[in-house]
């Protein structure tokens, strides 16, 4: 836990600090990304000038600037901060925390807590920041990157104004990566030739995470050749053994993310497991979120697989369920054990067809009303308006089955749901077949 006053001097680091630490903003003039918030005019930036502060949650991805932002706010406000991380304290740490916080604030000197990781505190945890929050003896500031509505207890969200922190743009990263070059706390006293390309791959790289950036560059910059004369010309060898490679060649929001979801896509389609297993672990080496590939498997076993499989659908959410829990690196063999079955199994798209037949319909048509005899009737006037009048409930039928139409006249004979012969399928096939053929053999009985 780390306990400063706004009259503490936390950026003056030593020069043997990261260089992601010695560049750390002091004012919102120099902080980089999330004009949405900052920027004057906008929301937070006017909470701040007013001096309106609240408990607030910052939810964003790591390395967009959450502790930095929480970090400005309490000079802005002049308030003591104390930063403490959900990892490594308890709800001791935080009840030594808030006796602190009421005996300054005893003093007219506000509190500003910031939480990094609130998400990782249990109820019981996140439960004793309330009296205080409520109170007003502390200013809780919490950071996550998970999203609050699931991570963070209702009550304790209520309390908080939730701001979404993004991703930095390029053009942000590449204007951090200039001024570490350029500024006197991070390689200003040195002779350094970079690239603007080389700049450009770093950006890239580093997916929208300063702090990825920063040290990226720092570990190009150490271990680089320095010539006679004391300049470093930074090294596209060194640079390569300093990032992945795989990793510039997948943007997890760019053209190689769609087109390698595509090919796994289409080579579970066409029934090929190998090059399937090969795509997924293409997009899992260049660092994209598991739980991003489970849903897309629970997606397919539903488009492509369908009623030819029925199992494979609960197996695709039990490996998202699998990747939740245990997240990488070990939860790669559950992904491959999906992309083969699915891969493996008969394919309809029945569903898929039913879906987009239907939706277009809705769309095309006039809204039709439900038709009287499928409206319930729980009170005396809707049973004189005939709803629910001509109902047949198909339990009291041998055959559990009535002629009775279930569609609106325009579409009694539409047909969305049209089974293939594939696996299961067949049978299913088979089976609405003689429903269709008994109903029409005993229509107007």
């Known amino acids: 836990m780390e306990q400063l006053s706004f009259l ?74 104390v930063e ?7 709800i001791r740490e935080v009840r030594e925390v808030m006796a602190r916080a009421e ?17 990782r505190f249990n109820k019981a945890q996140q439960d004793a920041f309330l009296p205080y929050v409520e109170k007003g003896s502390i200013i809780l500031i919490g950071a996550t990157t998970e999203n609050p509505s699931f991570e963070i207890n209702a009550a304790l969200l209520s309390r908080c104004r939730v701001f979404i922190l993004k991703a930095l743009e390029e053009g942000d990263l590449l204007r951090l990566l200039r001024h570490a070059l350029q500024s006197p706390s991070g390689f200003g006293d040195m002779s350094i030739t970079v690239t603007d390309a080389q700049l450009s791959q770093i950006a890239r790289f580093s997916n929208g995470d300063a702090r990825s950036a ?7 910059v150490l271990n680089s050749p320095v010539d006679g004369e004391g ?17 510039l060649l997948y943007d997890k929001s760019g053209e190689e993310h769609y087109n390698m979801i595509s090919a796994l896509h289409k080579s579970m389609r066409n029934s090929d497991p190998d090059a399937a297993v090969y795509w997924m672990y293409r997009m899992l080496d260049g660092g994209e979120d598991p739980k991003y590939i489970a849903r897309r498997l629970i997606r397919f076993a539903s488009e492509d697989v369908g009623m030819a499989d029925s ?15 245990l997240g990488m690196p070990e939860c790669d063999v559950h992904l491959a054990h999906c992309v083969v079955y699915l891969s493996m199994a008969p394919k309809s798209n029945a569903l898929y067809v039913a ?39 198909a339990h009291d039928y041998a055959e559990k089955l009535t002629p009775m139409t279930c569609l609106p006249d325009t579409l ?34």
């Open 311 to 325: 199992h494979a659908l609960p197996l695709a959410v039990s490996v998202f369920q699998a990747c939740h829990d």
């Open 355 to 393: 879906v987009q037949e239907a939706r277009e319909d809705i769309r095309s048509s006039p809204a039709e009303p439900v038709p009287l005899h499928l409206r319930n009737a729980p009170t005396a006037l809707m049973a004189e308006l005939d709803y629910g009048k001509g109902y047949q409930y």
């Open 8 to 81: 503490d001097a936390p950026d003056d680091r030593p020069a043997s600090s990261p260089l992601a630490d010695r560049l750390r903003p002091k004012t919102l003039d120099e902080y980089v990304g999330q004009e949405h918030l900052v920027a004057k005019g906008h929301m937070l930036r006017n909470l701040l000038d007013r001096g309106q502060l609240s408990s607030m949650i910052f939810w964003g991805p790591p390395g967009v600037g959450k502790t930095t932002l929480a970090r400005i706010i309490a000079s802005h406000a002049k308030a003591e901060f």
């Open 214 to 220: 920063l040290s990226t560059l720092e570990m190009a």
């Open 231 to 247: 300049q470093i010309q930074l090294s596209d060898r060194v640079l390569a053994d300093c990032m992945n490679r795989r990793s």
């Open 412 to 445: 009694r004979e539409r047909r969305y749901y049209r089974p293939g012969e594939q696996g299961e399928e067949g049978g299913v096939k088979d089976r609405l077949q003689d429903i269709l053929s008994w109903k029409e053999a005993h229509r107007g009985t």
């Open 84 to 90: 403490f991380s959900a990892v490594t304290s308890g």
């Open 103 to 119: 005996e300054v604030r005893r003093h007219g000197q506000r509190t500003i807590l910031f939480c990094d990781e609130i998400h």
